[in-house]
C-alpha cells in the first residue's frame, strides 16, 4: 500500500447517507484510513469542511439541497480554490452542457451513479499520486 | 397524446435490474405489477426541465432494500438502523433510477434534472402511468412508475 493513500484526506458530499458509506467503504477499501474520511450533506456543509481542515480529494453529489454541488464548485472557484483538491463528481447526472460547466469550474473526474467500487478506487489512486507528485 | 418523450417501460426495468445487479448483485426479474409481492417502503422525485414533468415513484420491500443497504454500506443486516437505513435506500433508488430514465430520453443533450426525493405514504395506482416497471428480486418486490405531471 502506498504511502501515498495513507497520507490521503477524503471528503464525501452526498445527501444521502447510504451513498456516503458506500463511497465510504470503496474509500477505505484502497487503504485510506478511516480517521481520513469526512462527510458533508450538502455544498455549504462542504464548504465549512475544507475550511476546518485541508482535504486532498472531494466526491461530490450534484443534486443535493441547500446547496448543490454546481453551486459549491461556483463558490470554490469564486474563492480561488476550486483547483486546491481533486473533485470526482459522483452524480446521476448526464447532461453534457451541466457536465461540462461543473469540470471548466474544476472537476477533475466523474463517476455516474450507480457507480463501480472499482473506477473509485482507480479514481482514488490517481489522484494521491498527482497529489504526491 | 402527450408531446413529451415517450419511456419504454422495458428498457426502463431492464436498466433498473442492470443497476441493481452491479450495484449489489441482486437478481431480478420483471413479473405483472398484479403479481408483484408486496412493497413497504415509498418515494417519489419529480424530473422535468424548468418546471417538473414526471413523477418517478419507487416503492419497495423492506427485505430488499436491507439486502440493498447492507450490500452498499458493506455491513450486515443486524448491524442495520432499518428506521433510518430503509427510508434512505428507497430515496437514493429514486435518486438513481431516474438518472437512468433521465439517460433514456436524451439527458446528454436536452436539460432534464431530477429533484430531491422525497418519501410518500404509499406507491400511486399503476392506472394512471406511462410507465411501470415490477420487478420480483428473490420473493422481494421493487415498483418503478412514471407519470406525467398534469
Known amino acids: ?133 | 397524446m402527450s408531446s413529451l418523450p415517450q419511456v419504454d417501460a422495458a428498457e426502463l426495468g431492464a436498466r433498473i435490474a442492470q443497476a441493481l445487479e452491479h450495484m449489489c448483485f441482486i437478481i431480478s426479474d420483471p413479473v405483472d405489477s398484479a403479481e408483484l409481492p408486496d412493497t413497504d417502503t415509498h418515494s417519489k422525485v419529480s424530473v422535468g426541465d424548468e418546471h417538473p414533468l414526471w413523477d418517478l415513484s419507487v416503492s419497495a420491500s423492506n427485505g430488499l432494500l436491507s439486502e440493498i443497504a447492507c450490500g452498499l454500506m458493506g455491513i450486515e443486516p443486524s448491524e442495520l438502523n432499518e428506521d433510518e437505513v430503509l427510508p434512505a435506500t428507497v430515496q437514493e433508488l429514486a435518486n438513481i433510477f431516474s438518472g437512468i430514465m433521465i439517460e433514456m430520453i436524451g439527458g446528454e443533450e436536452h436539460p432534464y434534472h431530477p429533484g430531491i426525493p422525497e418519501l410518500t405514504p404509499a406507491a400511486p395506482p399503476t392506472s394512471d402511468a406511462v410507465a411501470v416497471v415490477a420487478l420480483d428480486a428473490m420473493g422481494d418486490g421493487l415498483l418503478v412508475t412514471l407519470n406525467e405531471r398534469a
Do not use: C, W
Open chain 1, 1 to 133: 500500500m502506498s504511502a501515498d493513500i495513507q497520507n490521503t484526506n477524503v471528503l464525501i458530499v452526498d445527501d444521502s447517507m447510504i451513498v456516503r458509506k458506500a463511497i465510504r467503504k470503496a474509500v477505505v477499501s484502497t487503504g485510506v484510513p478511516d480517521h481520513s474520511i469526512r462527510e458533508a450533506a450538502n455544498g455549504q456543509e462542504a464548504i465549512e469542511a475544507l475550511d476546518e481542515q485541508g482535504v486532498d480529494v472531494v466526491f461530490l453529489d450534484i443534486n443535493m439541497p441547500v446547496m448543490n454541488g454546481e453551486e459549491f464548485m461556483e463558490e470554490l472557484a469564486k474563492q480561488g480554490r476550486a483547483n486546491d483538491q481533486y473533485i470526482v463528481i459522483v452524480s446521476t447526472e448526464v447532461n453534457a452542457q451541466r457536465l461540462l460547466r461543473i469540470a471548466t469550474l474544476g472537476a477533475r473526474a466523474r463517476l455516474q451513479k450507480p457507480f463501480e467500487p472499482e473506477r473509485l478506487s482507480a479514481l482514488i489512486q490517481e489522484a494521491a499520486k498527482e497529489r504526491a507528485a
